[in-house]
């Protein structure tokens, strides 16, 4: 059976979210908005799903690749506009009705998660902020590996390592390969993304840190969407750079060294990830 599913473009009202790579492509606890909607598609029958795209068509194929690991066959095709579900059903589904999920499960524009219709996610960051939160009860699926419940409304991911004297407040989603520091309070409503570094003494509540964003010693996120040094209150729809690295930054990528892991309470897991999180900001701190 076939499936469209048609990627947001533009939204102005979550602009800041989409600078380095398209909507369809950005992480909301742990997976990316368009793994969800493929996710869902393969649950109800598909089997082969055309993904139509506006915006960094290539950066959309190269997350999700053929589609194999939801045993699907996936397409993604650049398009010039980004059209509505009958829109997309006129020009591209065939007149072999039989070959297709019955409408409405056969297009899709994702605007929202599957089962959430109520919640939309690109209107504004606070709506964004509040889907993530909404899912957070529901996001320890059996497909997540590695996850687990480590106290009432503590999520954590694989290869997370959470340092003794941190302050876990529920609820709050620590993805995977995260590395949190001694002294940090992390909570209430705070997501951490995968491969997200907080520096000792750091706060966030009422927050999601995007993947790959380091958080400096004794900083303090609440009420925001910081993504490397793009930081958005959501309460009050604003957005700035932050210029000051050992504040709030984007991890960059280092070559693996060996180096003594520190003394923590390790949730899983070989340390390679977060040696090489520790050598970039060993390397911007002194």
């Not at 591209?92 to 070959?99: E, G, L, Q, S």
């Not at 889907?131 to 590996?145: E, N, S």
């Not at 520096?199 to 010693?217: K, L, M």
């Not at 693996?256 to 701190?285: G, H, K, M, N």
């Amino acid at each position: 059976m076939k499936a469209i599913l048609i990627c947001p473009d533009v939204r102005f009202g979550v602009a800041a979210l989409a600078e380095s790579m398209p909507l369809a492509n950005v992480s909301i606890l742990g997976k990316t908005l368009v793994e969800y909607w493929l996710e869902h598609l393969a649950a109800v029958g598909a089997r082969e799903v055309l993904v139509l795209a506006v915006d960094r068509p290539d950066q959309v194929r190269a997350a999700i690749g053929d589609g194999a690991r939801w045993g699907l066959s996936v397409t993604v095709e650049s398009d010039k506009r980004e059209r509505t579900p009958e829109e997309a059903r006129i020009k591209y589904r065939t007149r072999d009705h039989t070959a297709w999920l019955p409408a409405p499960q056969d297009a899709f524009l994702m605007e929202t998660l599957p089962g959430l219709p109520q919640l939309p996610l690109l209107t504004s960051y606070a709506d964004w902020f509040a889907a993530a939160r909404a899912l957070m009860p529901h996001a320890l699926t059996p497909d997540r590996i590695g996850v687990r419940e480590i106290e009432p409304g503590v999520w954590v991911g694989l290869n997370a390592h959470i340092a003794s004297g941190t302050n876990l407040i529920g609820p709050c989603w620590i993805g995977e390969g995260v590395w949190i520091e001694s002294g940090a309070v992390i909570g209430p409503h705070a997501v951490l993304e995968r491969e997200v570094f907080v520096a000792r003494g750091a706060e966030i509540s009422h927050s999601v840190i995007a993947p790959e964003t380091f958080v400096g010693q004794f900083t303090e996120v609440h009420n925001s969407i910081a993504s490397g040094c793009t930081l958005i209150n959501w309460q009050l729809d604003s957005c700035l750079k932050v210029p000051d690295a050992f504040l709030l930054c984007a991890r960059e990528p280092q070559p693996s060294r060996q180096v003594p892991a520190p003394t923590i309470a390790s949730i899983a897991a070989p340390e390679s990830a977060t040696a090489r999180f520790r050598e970039y900001v060993t390397r911007l701190l002194t």
